[in-house]
C-alpha cells in the first residue's frame, strides 16, 4: 500500500505542475461555458461548494508552523476534487511531504497521512443557504513519527449563509474518532470552524477564520486565520494567509500559501 501512495503523492505533484504550466497562457482563448475553479482553500473552514461535475481540480500549498514550546512543522498539502455530479464528491487529500523539527530531537521528515473523503452537497432549502456533509477516512501512510500510526475517521457537517452587504458565513461541526487515543483520553475528537468571506472585485476575495478542537483529556486548541485570494484565470486561484493561536496549547503561527487550479475535464 505504502507504494501506491507514494505512486498517488507524485502523480498530484506532476499534475499539479502540469495545470500550472496550462492553464495560465489558456485564459485568452477559455471558452466562456467552461467552468471555473472552485477553492476549498484557504480557511480551515468548508464551504459546501463542489468542484464542477466531471472535472479534474487540484489544491496544493505549503505551510509552516510552530511557537508556544510546538515543534516547528513545515508541509506541502494537496488536494485532489472530482465531482461525480452537482451533488457528490470525492477528495483525496494529504501532505506530500512533511518536515518537523521536535524539541531535543532529531529532525524528521518524509510523506505525510492521506485521507479519503465523500463529500454531498445538499439541494438548497432556501436561496441564499447552503448545507453540506463530507465523511473521511485517515490512512496512517506517514513516515515513522510524521502521523499517529492509526486510522481516523470524521463526519462534517457545513451550513452556509449569505450575510448582508455581500458577506458570507461558513460553519462546521466535525466529530473524529481517532485510533490514537490512550489513558485518560476519549477517542472522539470535537472539532469547529467558522469563517466570514467577502468578494472584493471579480479577482479578490478577503476571509477571517475561528477554529478549534476539544477532545477529553487533551488540552483544546482555538486559531484566528486571515487570507486572502486571486483569480489569475478562470482555472487557476492563488491565496496566502497567516494564522494565529488564541491559547497556549496551539501553535503560536501558521503561515500559508497556495493555489487552486482546474486541470481538465476526464468524461
Not at 482563448?29 to 475553479?37: C, F, T
Not at 470524521?154 to 450575510?163: A, H, P, T
Not at 466529530?175 to 483520553?185: E, I, K, S, V
Amino acid at each position: 500500500m505504502s507504494s501506491t501512495f507514494d505512486n498517488l503523492r507524485s502523480f498530484v505533484v506532476v499534475a499539479g505542475l502540469y495545470g500550472i504550466v496550462l492553464t495560465a497562457p489558456m485564459v485568452a482563448y477559455a471558452d466562456q461555458d467552461e467552468p471555473g475553479a472552485t477553492p476549498f482553500r484557504p480557511t480551515v473552514t468548508s464551504g459546501a461548494n463542489i468542484s464542477a461535475p466531471g472535472w479534474l481540480e487540484l489544491e496544493f500549498g505549503g505551510q509552516r508552523l510552530g511557537g508556544n514550546g510546538m515543534d516547528s512543522r513545515n508541509s506541502w498539502p494537496y488536494l485532489l476534487k472530482y465531482s461525480l455530479n452537482h451533488r457528490f464528491a470525492v477528495l483525496v487529500g494529504g501532505d506530500t511531504h512533511v518536515e518537523t523539527a521536535p524539541a531535543q530531537s532529531p529532525p524528521l521528515s518524509g510523506s505525510g497521512d492521506t485521507t479519503l473523503t465523500l463529500k454531498y452537497r445538499a439541494p438548497d432549502a432556501l436561496e441564499g443557504m447552503s448545507f453540506g456533509i463530507e465523511t473521511t477516512v485517515k490512512l496512517p501512510t506517514a513516515a515513522d513519527g510524521l502521523g499517529s500510526g492509526e486510522r481516523d475517521y470524521s463526519l462534517k457537517g457545513i451550513y452556509g449563509i449569505d450575510l448582508a452587504n455581500g458577506f458570507h458565513l461558513d460553519t462546521n461541526l466535525m466529530m473524529t474518532r481517532l485510533g490514537n487515543a490512550t489513558g485518560d483520553q476519549r477517542p472522539n475528537q470535537w472539532a469547529w470552524a467558522a469563517a466570514i468571506s467577502r468578494q472584493i472585485n471579480d479577482a479578490w476575495t478577503l476571509a477571517g477564520d475561528l477554529s478549534g478542537t476539544s477532545q477529553q483529556g487533551v488540552p483544546s486548541t482555538a486559531q484566528f486565520l486571515a487570507a486572502a485570494s486571486y483569480v489569475v484565470n478562470k482555472r487557476m486561484v492563488v491565496d496566502a494567509g497567516i494564522a494565529t493561536g488564541l491559547n497556549s496549547d496551539t501553535p503560536k503561527f501558521t503561515v500559508f500559501g497556495g493555489l487552486t487550479v482546474l486541470i481538465g475535464k476526464i468524461n
